[in-house]
């Protein structure tokens, strides 16, 4: 029955964004969505993939990142430059062209798979030295990876250098963007409700702790630090071939990461709700704002900085705290609950950002771990 | 053999740039456990004070030594506000948070100052005036300009001058109790919060000589200058082992050194990313840094 | 949790409403609307606020001289692309879908202009660029045009002129790898100099926002070159020249279209000796180049530089387009456009099949006295 309902769910939700692709992309019976709101609604759906895998590793983990926009560099990068060398062979090996139909469907799924590769394995090399360490270093490491990946690619005239990939195919559709979003969402809520996101959150809640109790801490840290970087290069990946939005080294700066820090930190670090909001707002607002951006340049920014700091001092916790939208009220009230992860007392707890035992105000403590 | 000896000297000067700024950086985090983004952008807060004191006094027109010396402590004393107002009206009230929330004020206080900047400056670069004669030297084939050199002595001096006061000072003393243990600090009657609220007032002003010192050799500001050099500044401390004041010297160095290298080869434009290259390396292999020991002599 | 839930679902609603609810701040326009999208903010800013100033200035002398197609008048609307790609993207598509405007005029570096171009095509709406010199941005499709030299040809005059005047025989390039300006500007450099017989060293590669250069230029002193070409922008031309004359190499250093910039006057008594090519000179005599210069320096108080000029000259190439097509109907226009040959300020503009115009180039040497850079007119340059 569960298997019956899942199969049928995820049928709906691809038919649903197969019908939309149709009224985004082409037009059905002279209505057409007008091409500058569906541009910004697939920017949104980019944008709530990288959230949401950020939130991966700075929310659930608790972990800094703050090379986001490095690791979808790799990941884009490679995507766009498998269809552009060999994405007609590709789409060939079906029997099919980059045109459309399953030739293109084909490449494409090939391309990303490859991106999302591409960038787990970045996610791994940069993971692995610097998150045996202390919190911090991973912060500046993964802002140096950025700058380190920006500058090679800078050097590589085969993917445009400074120009940006402007050979990319445009294979992107709206319906590849939000499956992929779907996807996002479903593996960080199935990956926080396992053992594995009790294991992240008992990293976040007290490292060492959690190291005492049996948690291998790097393991699960590396582990949690790979797939978001994965998904992240499939952002690239869409990013890169959706229509005339080339991908650029100059705009997958250190900007872009602390971009997407925002958009979780504004939507509640570790709730993905949170984050999709998140990247929704941080998407429209600048569009919206075009005038205002006009007439006071660099004010946006000015905003961004004031919100972080604002967010941190009087509501760590972001508009949505932990909590998660939820499709329960739905259900019939014979229905199993499913379980809640904290109690809200513990909830609370966390939403204040303090460590659950703060070592330093205990007068046994200590402070060797320092 | 002399363009050897100029690359050395090339890689010193722009060693000490990094050194002078990651000295400051070393002793926040010595004391506080924060890495304080921020710093880098005191640092270009200290060469737009410098810049628009030395304007008002018209010192391009009137190059002077004197009035050069007042203009950079007349922006160190405005920086050294700057770091008191960010200490207290940002770090404090997170300070007893997770580090995590600490981290994210930081950049965003750094944001705020690099944007802020923008907005109030404009994003275009600037040129410092000369408030000193550039002169250059030559010493066979190798040249090295009277800037450069003011920058060296500068750093080694500000090394010396920290050393002193964190290991003979009273102040200095309450410095160590204080990166040591907090609360225990507190207990021991130590008024921690005027001792982190004077490490950064110190730290910012120092930042300012920097920026100032830097602008006068080479002579672009902008908004932004604080970033990549106050990141690089702070691998520099890591490199030398974070909270340890010779090792940051040592560290701005080498890094200066190897940069100057990297950019002698055909590979000059990955200089911005041989700092970070060596931050992975050093967390693998020597985490603590060269200087440092497993238990980092604090600060 | 429950009680919570209800305030998501109104937050989210409201995220969805605010975007529904933006349609309905469109812009009320009369008259024919033209679009320029331009880098008004961030780092090119001074590029665009030239292109804005040169087009606005354009636009109200047809305006005033009773518009086009019997009294319609041209009404610019500008966007701000931030001088990033996806933002020129962005607003190119909001200027042609939403604003439906005829013609888009724009943008002044290559990047942002190969971002947009597609678009364009896609909607059959020509687009003309002042100022990208990259060879591949008209390449993007039959509604792309431009009314500057390309980066070929830049090169070219330059490496002329240092081997022919200058009597050049070693030269050193610095390239900003930044900006494919600066890329596309030294292949051309090497390919002529040496084409003509001259020897050049591998270029050397730095950042925009990039202030030490003494590495690299001490490797290039050890080398001993006749001359440098800085093929990057104003400000790191500055330093550039700075920073060589005081490691004591008193060669020429010269620079392409891209050094013309107020802050290249703080590279001071180092600017001795040193040249560029450029598309515009205010020295010139034509009365077409005095008439603009003059209601120019009335409109906004100083002198045009070169992007300002060429801008102004993409709307008149637009108006007159538009003029002869007898209509604002993209495909007409366009076919306009292909043949245009209109007398502007920067030269004759005459479209070949490229999309691109043949024109001369000058080269001008750099002076700089009592805190002030002029450029004074040397040569002019024609192509072959």
Redesign the interface.
């Known amino acids: 029955m569960r298997g019956l309902r899942k199969i049928l769910a995820i049928a709906a939700t691809l038919a649903a964004l197969a019908v939309l692709n149709i009224v985004f992309e082409s037009g059905v019976g002279g209505f057409q969505v007008n091409p500058y709101y569906a541009r910004i609604i697939d920017l949104i759906g980019i944008n709530i993939t990288l959230a949401v895998s950020l939130n991966l590793v700075n929310g659930l983990a608790g972990q800094f990142s703050l090379g986001h926009a490095g690791f979808m560099a790799v990941g884009g990068y490679t995507a766009t430059y498998v269809t552009v060398a060999h994405g007609a062979a590709i789409a060939g090996l079906v029997g099919g062209t980059l045109d459309g139909g399953a030739g293109a469907f084909v490449a494409m799924l090939v391309s990303l798979c490859c991106g999302a590769a591409a960038a787990a394995l970045a996610g791994f090399l940069v993971g692995v030295p610097s998150l045996r360490l202390k919190g911090d270093y991973l912060a500046i490491v993964t802002l140096g990876f950025g700058e380190i990946i920006r500058v090679i690619i800078l050097n590589i005239p085969a993917v445009g250098g400074a120009t940006g990939f402007t050979e990319a195919i445009p294979l992107t559709t709206f319906f590849w963007i939000f499956v992929v979003a779907v996807l996002t969402i479903v593996i960080v809520r199935n990956i926080a409700t396992s053992t594995f996101g009790r294991a992240l959150e008992a990293i976040r809640g007290d490292e060492i702790a959690a190291e005492a109790m049996g948690v291998r801490t790097t393991r699960y840290k590396v582990l949690a630090f790979v797939i978001s970087s994965a998904l992240a290069g499939v952002a690239g990946g869409l990013s890169g071939q959706l229509f005339a939005n080339p991908l650029n080294p100059q705009q997958l700066n250190f900007m872009r990461s602390i971009e997407v820090v925002v958009m979780i930190v504004i939507g509640g670090i570790g709730s993905i709700t949170g984050a999709v909001f998140g990247a929704g707002i941080l998407t429209v607002l600048p569009e919206a704002l075009r005038t205002v951006d006009q007439q006071f340049p660099g004010l946006r920014m000015v905003l961004y900085a004031l919100l972080l700091i604002l967010f941190m001092i009087f509501r760590p916790q972001g508009l949505f705290g932990r909590r998660e939208f939820g499709w329960s009220w739905l259900r019939l009230p014979n229905r199993t609950k499913i379980p809640v992860a904290l109690s809200d007392a513990a909830d609370a707890r966390q939403h204040t950002g303090r460590r659950p035992v703060d070592r330093r105000s205990t007068l046994g403590g200590s402070d060797t771990d320092d | 053999m002399d363009t050897f000896f100029q690359q050395v000297i090339n890689g010193l000067s722009l060693g000490a740039i990094y050194a002078l700024i990651a000295l400051g950086y070393t002793m926040v985090y010595g004391v506080l456990r924060l890495i304080n983004f921020a710093h880098g952008d005191v640092y270009m807060l200290g060469a737009f004070a410098g810049y628009f004191l030395a304007n008002a006094l018209n010192l391009d027109a009137n190059p002077s030594v004197l009035w050069a010396i007042a203009v950079t402590i007349g922006s160190m004393a405005i920086c050294a506000g700057a770091g008191l107002l960010i200490e207290r009206l940002a770090y404090r009230p997170v300070r007893h948070h997770s580090r995590l929330t600490s981290l994210i004020t930081a950049i965003g206080v750094s944001l705020l100052l690099e944007y802020g900047g923008q907005v109030v400056f404009g994003a275009t670069p600037r040129f410092f005036p000369q408030m000193i004669r550039s002169e250059t030297y030559a010493i066979g084939g190798v040249q090295i300009t009277n800037q450069s050199l003011l920058i060296i002595v500068f750093a080694v001096v500000v090394m010396f001058a920290l050393q002193y006061v964190v290991h003979r000072t009273r102040i200095g003393k309450a410095m160590r109790a204080t990166s040591f243990n907090l609360s225990v600090a507190k207990l021991m009657g130590i008024n921690t919060d005027f001792v982190i609220a004077f490490t950064f007032a110190l730290g910012s002003a120092l930042a300012a000589a920097g920026g100032v010192l830097v602008a006068l050799a080479i002579p672009r500001i902008d908004p932004l200058m604080g970033l990549m050099t106050g990141l690089k500044a702070f691998v520099a401390a890591v490199l030398g082992g974070i909270g340890n004041i010779p090792g940051a010297m040592l560290g701005g160095l080498l890094i200066g050194l190897m940069e100057t290298a990297l950019s002698a080869t055909a590979y000059s434009t990955y200089r911005d990313a041989v700092a970070f290259g060596i931050l992975i390396l050093i967390l693998l292999v020597r985490p603590a840094g060269i200087l440092g020991t497993a238990v980092t002599e604090k600060v | 949790?429950?009680r919570?839930?209800g305030r998501?679902?109104g937050?989210?609603l409201l995220?969805v409403a605010?975007?529904a609810l933006?349609?309905a701040c469109q812009r009320g326009s009369t008259g024919i609307p033209v679009g320029l999208y331009a880098s008004?903010?961030?780092?090119g800013?001074?590029f665009g606020q030239s292109s804005k100033d040169g087009t606005e200035l354009a636009v109200d002398e047809i305006n005033n001289a009773g518009g086009v197609l019997g009294g319609h008048k041209l009404s610019l609307l500008?966007?701000?692309d931030?001088s990033?790609?996806?933002q020129a993207?962005?607003a190119?598509?909001?200027l042609i879908?939403?604003d439906k405007v005829v013609a888009v005029l724009g943008e002044v570096a290559?990047?942002r202009s190969?971002?947009?171009?597609?678009?364009a095509q896609?909607y059959k709406v020509p687009m003309i660029t002042p100022a990208s010199t990259?060879e591949?941005v008209t390449e993007a499709g039959d509604y792309i045009f431009r009314v500057c030299f390309i980066d070929a040809f830049q090169g070219e005059v330059l490496a002329k002129f240092a081997y022919n005047d200058l009597k050049a025989r070693k030269a050193a390039v610095l390239k900003d790898?930044?900006?494919?300006y600066s890329?596309g500007l030294t292949d051309s450099v090497v390919t002529h100099f040496s084409a003509l017989g001259g020897q050049v060293f591998?270029p050397?590669?730095?950042?925009s926002?990039d202030?030490?250069f003494?590495?690299?230029l001490?490797?290039i002193?050890?080398l001993r070159p006749d001359v440098i070409f800085a093929t990057g922008y104003y400000?790191e031309a500055?330093?550039i020249a700075?920073q060589a004359r005081?490691?004591?190499m008193t060669m020429p250093i010269l620079g392409g279209d891209g050094w013309v910039g107020e802050?290249l006057k703080?590279g001071r008594e180092a600017l001795k000796n040193t040249y560029i090519s450029n598309h515009y000179s205010g020295d010139n005599p034509d009365p077409v180049v005095q008439t603009f210069e003059k209601s120019y320096r009335a409109k906004y108080g100083h002198a045009p530089d070169s992007i300002a000029a060429l801008a102004y000259d993409a709307v008149k190439v637009l108006a007159d387009a538009i003029t002869r097509a007898g209509s604002t109907d993209g495909v007409k226009v366009r076919e306009a456009l292909a043949t245009a040959d209109v007398a502007g300020v920067t030269g004759r503009l005459k479209m070949n099949a490229k999309r691109n115009v043949d024109k001369p180039a000058v080269i001008q040497e750099v002076t700089y006295a009592n805190g002030a850079v002029t450029f004074v007119y040397k040569t002019t340059i024609a192509p072959d």
């Open positions: 949790m429950k919570h839930r998501s679902l937050l989210a995220g605010t975007l933006t349609p008004l903010t961030g780092d800013a001074s500008t966007e701000d931030q990033r790609p996806d993207s962005n190119v598509l909001k879908t939403q290559s990047s190969l971002a947009a171009a597609p678009i896609r990259n591949r790898i930044q900006q494919d890329v591998d050397v590669s730095y950042s926002g202030t030490d003494k590495a690299v001490t490797n002193r050890s400000i500055a330093i700075r005081e490691l004591g802050p703080n």
